[in-house]
């Protein structure tokens, strides 16, 4: 009997094998983002469902070919999830990805270079649209230069949506304390920074902590967001000089910023860099308290309950939940400029920086290329992001606006489009800013010093440490050359 | 005559196996070792390989791609002069210091407790209640606790403002004063199964006659129990701290997910160190090294508590 269920194991095994190798159906598997197709649930009651139509008729229209959709685990992050997968070689050919990310781990071959298809016609766009030639045309240029990595010379993600960040705040409550809930700028509750802190520190003086706001490392935060747009402020003057010859103002990458630490063009022993750890130390008594392990959810809850009055958060798909979840008169507002009246380094500002643009697009796996179908998973994206399908997309679940020309922004996303006519902040997150070592240990320096276990002193010295390290750590591993600086 | 009939061709049966040559046994066994090989190698590819590869990847800078080459020692030096691996330790040693207390000497007690229950019945469903939470998944445990401890609408804070103590309100994990304590706290009061489980079948395997016999000379609850049940549950007691020490030391979801660490540094253990520098950070060499440390350190720990406590018994 023992002998027969083992001879009969290794009988299956090597069956299931050969049926596997006769297998000629081509399965392509993609990650959609937020456009997932979910089951209904209590807390997410419509979610999008479009993409399961665009799939069902790709299958249709081409014989033989398979689509599955892939949702990211959301309790690893997405760092975690990309080493595993592609670790274990089981990526999927299509992963919505942040172009920063793929920067960082193009070293590792890990992504398809575009370039050649980008340059070709995309016939699922309609004739006399822009991108029927040249896929490329679907895409204002600024997006496609914000994404292009310098370093290589290629274009590795398509990016058909664009985000912003925003303070949502409830009107009701805000009025109840007598506080002005009319714009000053055009895009912001506040005319500066100075004046945003006075405002919320007129609340926080009541007893209650106005900003919900998440600086957990266990899960994602909302931090990093003005660390990065605030840091651009400060160094307004000098950013200029960090670029890579013939660049202009865009989010500089992680040779850039190290190139310029490398070059002694920024240091945490700058008065600027001084400035900016104070503006951020008066920024965080206005945070609600046990910021440092909230969870990204559990400020959502803090401002849907009315415990807190402003929440940030992303301005395109906290929407929908919010138009959901609360019962108050809501709104939703920009970061201030930084200006002089903070600091005499940022002087020169004229408005905030934007939080968010053209941040993640659909990037083409080596996965593709290992298994011969690099040209079909091409075909399917060609597919996914033409205006039709994708102004489908987006028209089903507006949680994002559609870069593509010939795409309507939809009503609820509105509001938050003079966002996305700021400049783009230049230093990015702290961690693609530089390294995800950086990100992660200068929030946690930071962390420490809003809660008095390290002073200013230490803090800069162990900044320093840190920058100075990590710069040098990319720098050799990348085998970057920094004279560009210095000429 | 009987006994000698049913033993005695039994006995010959073995000698005539033995004194077959090694082949031949095998080649009859030969399913019995191939049903054991596919174990095996599960073991030694999924549990071995690794954790001898971290040796060898502990020598080089790898990103878990292609950034793959030898730096020797640098990561055991690196490690020397990193502040954090610095304050993770010292986490890690006040944490396990406390837990092996608490974790060995309160199912000591509650085992103590259901030995002398008069009541079977009662001794019966008291086992039960204190296994019970062996079916919890230990990660909800985690996020129960986490629900304590929110500032705004946990349990802890909820209770304190009830009973008029609203100054005492406390955001527990998100304070680097607190955090530790807090976390030392999670799955109050400490009653872990396998260690319950371990001391109440050393004492149960005390005969009663000496309890019997202590009695009979007077000896109360506290003699009989230092005299007696410590005495002769010395190797569980021994096995439960061994094992409490290796748990805590290897444990980073209790801290990965109650503050990941935080706030700064405050909760960080070197478990968690390994698992972030290896998964986030993707450098496995350090966190090889890091790994490597960790081992040799239980393994010396796990080495002096045994010779310790055979000095113990000997004594």
């Known amino acids: ?487 | 005559m009987l006994r000698r009939l049913s033993t005695s061709p039994s006995v010959s049966i073995s000698q005539r196996e033995s004194q077959s040559p090694l082949p031949t046994r095998v080649w009859r066994a030969k399913w019995l070792y191939l049903a054991l090989l596919i174990p095996v190698a599960m073991l030694l590819i999924f549990e071995w390989l690794p954790a001898f590869s971290a040796l060898y990847n502990s020598l080089y800078i790898w990103n878990g791609g292609k950034v793959h080459f030898y730096v020797g020692l640098e990561h055991y030096e690196r490690m020397l002069s990193d502040r954090t691996f610095r304050v993770a330790i010292t986490n890690l040693i006040s944490f396990v210091f406390f837990r092996v207390i608490m974790q060995t000497a309160l199912p000591f007690f509650a085992a103590e407790m259901i030995v002398n229950l008069r009541s079977a019945r009662w001794s019966y469903w008291w086992k039960i209640i204190f296994v019970f939470p062996m079916v919890v998944p230990t990660i909800l445990n985690y996020l129960i606790w986490r629900f304590i401890y929110n500032p705004q609408v946990g349990l802890l804070n909820e209770g304190l403002e009830l009973i008029g103590l609203e100054q005492y309100t406390h955001a527990w994990i998100g304070d680097p004063n607190t955090v530790m304590w807090a976390l030392a706290f999670v799955r109050f009061p400490w009653l872990p199964t396998l260690q319950f489980l371990i001391i109440l079948g050393g004492l149960q395997t005390i005969p009663q006659e000496v309890h019997e016999s202590a009695a009979i000379d007077g000896a109360g609850f506290w003699r009989r129990l230092f005299y007696i049940d410590i005495p002769m549950t010395k190797r569980q007691i021994t096995l439960a701290m061994i094992l409490t020490m290796l748990f805590m030391t290897q444990r980073f979801d209790l801290f990965l997910v109650m503050t990941d660490g935080g706030p700064g540094y405050s909760s960080m253990v070197p478990a968690l160190q390994l698992y972030q520098s290896a998964f986030h950070f993707l450098e496995f060499g350090y966190a090889s090294a890091i790994g490597v440390v960790l081992f040799v350190a239980m393994l010396a720990l796990t080495v002096i508590n045994l010779r310790v406590s055979a000095i113990g018994a000997n004594a």
């Not at chain 1, 930071?446 to 100075?468: K, P, S, V």
């Open chain 1, 1 to 487: 009997m023992f002998k027969r269920m083992l001879l009969l194991s290794c009988f299956m095994l090597i069956f299931g094998a050969f049926t596997g190798m006769a297998q000629d159906e081509i399965t392509i598997y993609a990650t959609v983002g937020a456009y997932y197709p979910d089951e209904p649930t209590e807390n997410n009651p419509n979610p999008p469902k479009m993409m399961n139509e665009l799939v069902a008729e790709y299958e249709a229209a081409n014989p033989g070919v398979n689509i599955e959709l892939v949702d990211v685990p959301s309790n690893i992050s997405g760092d975690q999830w990309r080493s595993t997968v592609f670790n274990g070689q089981n990526e999927p050919h299509i992963i919505v990805n942040n172009y920063i990310r793929v920067w960082q781990e193009q070293g590792n071959d890990w992504y398809v270079p575009l370039n050649e298809y980008i340059d070709g016609p995309n016939p699922y766009i309609p004739e006399g649209t822009p991108g029927h030639e040249r896929w490329a045309d679907s895409i204002p240029e600024v997006v496609w230069n914000t994404t292009y990595h310098t370093g290589s010379g290629n274009q590795y993600v398509v990016t058909v949506n664009a985000v912003a960040v925003g303070f949502f705040y409830n009107i009701d409550m805000l009025t109840e304390m007598g506080i002005d809930t009319d714009f000053d700028i055009s895009y912001s509750l506040w005319e500066d920074w100075e004046t945003m802190i006075a405002e919320m520190g007129a609340i926080a003086e009541t007893g209650m902590k106005p900003l919900a706001l998440s600086m957990s490392t266990a899960a994602p935060y909302t931090y990093n967001w003005f660390d990065g747009t605030s840091l651009t402020s400060m160094y307004i003057d000098h950013i200029e000089s960090w670029w890579e010859p013939g660049a202009s103002w865009h989010a500089l990458n992680q040779r850039e910023f190290a190139c310029a630490i490398q070059n002694g063009l920024i240091s945490a022993h700058d008065d600027a860099f001084a400035d900016w750890l104070g503006l951020l130390a008066d920024f965080e008594p206005m945070w609600v308290e046990g910021y440092s392990t909230l969870t990204n959810d559990e400020t959502y809850r803090l401002f849907i309950t009315g415990e807190a009055p402003f929440l940030l958060q992303n301005a395109a798909s906290q929407t929908i939940n919010v138009t959901r979840d609360v019962d108050f008169n809501w709104g939703i507002s920009y970061f201030p400029p930084v200006t002089e009246t903070t600091s005499p380094h940022a002087a020169n500002n004229e408005s905030a920086y934007l939080v968010g643009g053209f941040t993640s697009g659909f990037t083409v796996t080596d996965r593709a290329r290992r298994e011969g179908i690099e040209e079909q998973v091409v075909d399917f994206l060609m597919f996914l992001t033409a205006q039709p399908q994708w102004g489908r997309v987006v028209t089903d679940s507006p949680r994002s606006i559609p870069t593509q020309f010939g795409l309507d922004v939809p009503d609820a996303l509105k509001p938050t489009v003079a966002f996305l006519e700021l400049p783009i902040r230049a230093l990015k997150d702290p961690d693609p800013r530089l390294s995800r070592r950086y990100g992660e240990d200068h929030r946690r320096l930071m962390q420490e010093y809003f809660t008095d276990q390290i002073d200013l002193e230490t803090l800069i010295a162990e900044e320093d440490r840190l920058m100075t390290r990590e710069a040098r750590v990319v720098i050799a591993e990348n085998e970057w050359n920094c004279d560009f600086q210095l000429e």
